[in-house]
């Protein structure tokens, strides 16, 4: 015992990759099977550092053997020993056991059994479900894709900002917020008019949790020129899609001196940016999505990093969709809002790849987008991609104070609440775009699993809470 505390223990990753044998090493890990011979047990073991498994042996005159021999799947142990050549097939390294801590037991009842679990089932457990092959993979690219978004916009100049979560604005003004308020629903102080004074609330005012870091990211780009955020966004909107949850994350960057263009060409550049940074840095979970979650992933991801993305106007995409003579369940006409149908038509089987539609009716974008000459269009982009639809929303921003004030008006906003976003405008105002990219609508295009419940830690979607 004294032993294996001197030794510091090793990742399952790095002992895989080791390029030697090693004659002491210590690992930590949960039991994924166990088999026995005659004379040893065979334990696969796993850290969640790599996708694969260590195979242990463990021999009988291991003093606690007998306790080997009943290990279950899900226990966790600590195992010292010798790595060495494998005798096996399928891997290079397995570690002989010369002393094993059970750390923590499980039983038969432990419910990641071997295997053909539905992704339903696997929901009802997700404190479980990162055990598993397919979920360990899919939270360790969520964790890469996060890190290669930083390095993207790092690289490139770009300030890390972080925007409040608790806010008075309605950014997307879709009214589908959450309200944040201490005031108890029994005795709630009331105005004249009997309406709830939130006036007397915790901020003195009514606030709620953000849909969208852009209002303040436009005052850091103002000021620092090339910002991003990166972090939890929240929208009470009661849609049970396989593209939608209550709480998720989005990135957002936000330059200043930056005209549509401009946006649309770093929209693309990120995107295809993060799918280098997947195929280099996971192909091992790739191989896996491949294999069991969506055969055509690779061929795909191939086909969208090597070619430019299409674009293509509002007006003309609604015609496309007219002209198409496609069955769709909701109308299609200029002034209507794209539905995801629409969108996946566009992308799937019309242009086969990404596409950026740009130029939007004013009527169904939010209120702080640039005003064509037109009068009638503002500067919308929305990136479409294969088997999703929308993964990217943005706009280059009205930097005109009276332009903007009224379509504040337009958009029934009062504008003096919204003076400090006016500011902007009134002090060294200049051309600015941004967008903001679903983080997690980017991890579904990258690993090829269709619900985005499947690819957030613990979901909340409509219903439901738990965890
Ligand atoms: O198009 P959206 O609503 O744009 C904005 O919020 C802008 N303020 C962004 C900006 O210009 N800075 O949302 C941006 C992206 C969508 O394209 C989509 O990928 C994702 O956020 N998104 C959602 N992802 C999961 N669940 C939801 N309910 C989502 N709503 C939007
Ligand atoms: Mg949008």
Not at 62 to 82: D, E, F, K, P
Not at 363 to 383: G, S
Not at 424 to 444: A, D, I, T
Request: charge should be negative.
């Amino acid at each position: 015992m004294t032993d294996s505390v001197a030794l510091s223990p090793t990742s399952i990753k790095n002992a895989l990759q080791s390029s030697a044998p090693i004659s002491a090493i210590l690992v930590q890990g949960w039991v994924r099977t166990r088999r026995d011979s005659k004379d040893f047990s065979f334990i696969e073991l796993n850290d969640g550092s790599c996708l694969r498994n260590l195979q242990v042996i463990a021999g009988n005159t291991l003093s606690n053997y007998a306790m080997v021999q009943r290990l279950n799947t899900g226990a966790s142990v600590a195992v010292r020993g010798a790595l060495v050549e494998s005798q096996g097939k399928g891997q290079n390294w397995e570690l002989v056991t010369e002393e094993i801590t059970i750390v923590g037991g499980s039983d038969e009842s432990y419910p990641l059994q071997k295997k053909g679990h539905t992704a339903e089932f696997l929901r009802e457990i997700a404190h479980l479900r990162p055990r598993s092959n397919l979920f360990g993979s899919v939270f360790r690219v969520r964790s890469r894709l996060a890190f290669a978004i930083h390095r993207f916009f790092q690289d490139r100049g770009f300030f890390y900002l972080n925007t409040p979560i608790i806010t008075g604005s309605d950014c997307e003004g879709a009214g589908e917020l959450f309200r944040v308020t201490t005031i108890d629903p029994n005795n709630a102080p009331r105005k004249a008019n009997g309406e709830i004074d939130y006036g007397r609330d915790f901020f003195a005012r009514a606030t709620y949790l953000t849909v969208s870091g852009q209002l303040e990211a436009e005052a850091f780009a103002s000021a620092l020129s090339k910002v991003y955020t990166f972090g939890p966004t929240f929208r009470a909107e009661n849609s049970n899609t396989s593209r939608h949850a209550n709480e998720f994350w989005m990135i957002e960057p936000e330059m200043a001196f930056t005209d549509l263009g401009g946006n649309m060409d770093l929209a693309e550049e990120l995107v295809k940016y993060l799918i280098h940074q997947i195929r280099d840095n996971s192909p091992d979970e790739l191989a896996l999505f491949a294999k069991f979650v969506d055969g055509e992933l690779l061929a795909r991801l191939d086909f969208v990093v090597d070619r430019p993305f299409q674009r293509t106007s509002y007006a003309e995409a609604v015609e496309l969709l007219v002209k198409s003579g496609e069955k769709f369940e909701f109308p299609v006409g200029y002034g209507l809002n794209l539905q995801s149908e629409h969108e996946r038509w566009l992308t799937e089987k019309h242009f086969k790849c990404p596409v950026t539609v740009f130029n939007y009716p004013k009527e169904i974008k939010p209120f702080y987008m640039r005003l064509n000459d037109d009068d009638r269009t503002v500067t919308a982009m929305d990136l479409l991609v294969p088997g999703i639809g929308e993964i990217v929303g943005g706009s280059q921003r009205e930097e005109r104070l009276e332009v903007l004030e009224k379509s504040m008006r337009r958009h029934k906003m009062n504008p003096t609440d919204y003076k400090w976003y006016l500011d902007l405008r009134r002090y060294g105002s200049v051309p600015h775009s941004g967008f903001g990219l679903g983080f997690e609508r980017m991890l579904m295009f990258v690993t090829g699993i269709s619900n985005i419940r499947d690819v957030i830690p613990f979901a909340r979607t409509p219903g439901n809470a738990e965890f």
